[in-house]
């Protein structure tokens, strides 16, 4: 499991961490029943306090993504199904308000979503989440 932490980012580091491994969990990479790294070790790789991936792992388990079991270390669960949620409703809103701008500046569906992939993958280079 590599999990990266950018310094200069306004996120804080213990996000960074719960992000990239819901995501790790959601897409497949981290299986269920699989042991997350204790805390004082992944800590001490990341160079952060241990108390930042102490606050990750709770918030991990708050949103039923892994199982702390104590000096049994932290396992990863089955990742929820998706639920439609507010968020989803807020990029449904942000996507309207992108097709009306596009569409207002002359840009067809194909350039809009050309732009769309090219966000998303200047995303992607920035997290590398493995």
């Not at 200069?8 to 790294?37: C, E, F, K, N």
């Not at 949620?85 to 942000?94: G, I, K, L, N």
């Amino acid at each position: 499991m590599i999990i990266r932490i950018q310094t200069d980012s306004p996120v804080p580091p213990y996000a960074q961490v719960r992000d990239q491994i819901a995501t790790m969990i959601r897409s497949g990479v981290a299986v269920p029943g699989a042991r997350l790294p204790a805390i004082r070790h992944l800590a001490n790789d990341l160079g952060v306090a241990p108390n930042t991936i102490a606050r990750a792992y709770r918030e991990l388990e708050q949103d039923g993504l892994v199982a702390s079991r104590g000096r049994n270390g932290t396992t990863v669960l089955a990742a929820p199904p998706p639920a439609a949620t507010a968020v989803d409703d807020e990029v449904a809103e942000a996507a309207a308000l992108f097709a009306l701008e596009a569409a207002h500046r002359g840009i067809d569906l194909n350039r809009a979503l050309d732009a769309v992939r090219t966000a998303f993958g200047t995303l992607d280079d920035r997290r590398q989440f493995s």
